[in-house]
């Protein structure tokens, strides 16, 4: 399993809640960490940091000796690191993992936000160093505050919304947190590392969802490695008789599996691990198609067989719609 996850922790402006910004990174225990908008005096606890330089460097007046843009958190060992179109607003670092070398490109895709002239402007370098780190290697991770939403119009331009998608689609990339409301701070990853052996699911979850530590909402992605058990539920069991649409897909380098679709247009299905059942949905066909499931519910295992085929049956009349 690998834990990616960014929050903008908004230039540290709730340093007095120091305690509690801390441990809120501690609870996601994530493997890879980009902090953005960020001050030295936050130091969650990591072998690794790799970071823009200190912003006092360029103005000493507007910001804190201790400030910079981008920090990441990690476990892993960097083997190299790679020039970006401003090193003080991105970094890229080549990290050493257990499911092969990855590059993690970090970044704030606006400094003054999407309404700012310089916005697109620096967005088209961004992507410039997109393409050209896709060039060099197909396993990279784009992570950090893109002050662009892409499942609502809370905060987003147009030109902005469609240079990004262009990019990701051009370089095989894509936006695993996209369909995420209200989420301006995203974790996209390219197809070929999604698709390696090792790897199965994906879960997305956020947190300081009230933005009392932030303005932001932190946003994390699960990848989930391959297991046998969890991938070995019958969901015909489970949902024959619900009247909901059978489907079948074809998912990276694990054949086919299966779910059910209802008439709101989502993706369902039941999974297993450690003890619990767990029920999960993908808001559409493009979610379900890349294994993008988020856990809406769990049940034991050690319910009889019957019990758990009436539980999913009870749960899907009281949250799903069926066709």
């Not at 896709?134 to 892409?150: A, H, M, P, Q, V």
Request: proline share 3%; aromatic share 14%; hydrophobic share 30%.
């Amino acid at each position: 399993m690998m834990r990616i996850a960014t929050w903008n922790v908004e230039r540290l402006k709730h340093y007095k809640d120091m305690e509690r910004l801390l441990s809120e990174i501690e609870k996601i225990k994530a493997d890879i960490l980009v902090l953005t908008e960020t001050d030295e005096r936050l130091q969650p606890d990591y072998p690794y940091c790799y970071k823009t330089p200190l912003l006092q460097e360029i103005r000493p007046i507007y910001y804190k000796s201790t400030e910079n843009r981008v920090s990441i958190y990690t476990k892993y060992k960097c083997v190299r690191e790679y020039p970006t179109y401003d090193r003080y607003t991105a970094i890229c670092v080549e990290l050493e993992t257990e499911y092969g070398n990855l590059l993690v490109y970090g970044t704030i895709m606006g400094i003054l936000g999407n309404r700012d002239k310089s916005f697109l402007s620096d967005l088209k370098k961004q992507m410039e160093d997109i393409t050209r780190l896709s060039n060099e290697t197909k396993r990279i991770c784009i992570l950090g505050d893109y002050n662009l939403t892409f499942g609502d119009n809370y905060y987003y331009t147009k030109a902005g919304r469609e240079t990004v998608q262009k990019c990701f689609d051009e370089n095989g990339v894509f936006l695993l947190t996209g369909h995420r409301s209200e989420c301006i701070d995203h974790i996209a990853v390219s197809d070929d590392f999604m698709h390696d052996e090792k790897l199965s699911a994906v879960s997305v979850d956020e947190w300081n969802i009230d933005r009392s530590l932030s303005d932001h909402k932190g946003t994390m992605v699960e990848i989930l490695p391959k297991d046998p058990v969890f991938e070995g539920v019958d969901q015909d069991v489970f949902f024959e008789g619900t009247g909901f649409e059978r489907h079948e897909f074809e998912y990276m380098a694990h054949g086919r599996f299966v779910c059910y679709k209802g008439r709101d247009g989502a993706y369902y299905r039941v999974d297993h691990f450690s003890g619990i059942y767990v029920m999960e949905d993908a808001e559409n066909e493009e979610y379900a198609r890349k294994g993008i499931f988020e856990d809406t519910d769990t049940f034991p295992d050690y319910l009889p067989p019957g019990e758990r085929v009436l539980w999913v049956h009870q749960w899907l009349k009281k949250y799903a719609v069926a066709n």
